[in-house]
């Protein structure tokens, strides 16, 4: 098990960017993939961004490609999600997820959660 901290959320104008964090505790987080979801008022949580074991494959929905960008840096045991060019429809509570094997676009597929940040964007 891992646990998964995120940090990085906040208001934003339409067209901003931002960072989000997401902080892995114990040793293991290299045999991890990791995923992000978002999840807006009223909605089902859904898919973002994904990226395997070695960070070196990544995926994304439909609805961020090209304006988000997921890495992570293994010495610090720290997910990142990029967003660019960001839109009032991003508006949501953004989570990170992790599960050890490949990497997922499935919700059920994850074990792991962090508690959530909140992304904001004025229009």
């Known amino acids: 098990q891992v646990q998964l901290v995120e940090s990085g959320g906040g208001l934003v104008q339409a067209g901003g960017s931002l960072r989000l964090s997401c902080a892995a505790s114990?040793?293991?987080?290299?045999?991890?993939?990791m995923g992000w979801f978002r999840q807006a008022p009223g909605k089902e949580r859904e898919f973002v961004a994904a990226q395997s074991r070695s960070g070196l494959s990544t995926y994304y929905a439909d609805s961020v490609k090209g304006r988000f960008t997921t890495s992570r840096d293994t010495a610090k045991n720290t997910v990142y999600l990029q967003m660019n060019s960001l839109k009032p429809e991003d508006t949501a509570v953004y989570y990170c997820?992790?599960?050890?094997?490949?990497?997922?676009?499935?919700?059920?597929?994850?074990?792991?959660w962090g508690q959530g940040t909140q992304v904001t964007v004025s229009s």
């Open positions: 114990g040793r293991t987080f290299s045999s991890y993939a």
């Open positions: 997820a992790g599960r050890r094997g490949a990497a997922a676009t499935k919700e059920y597929e994850y074990d792991d």
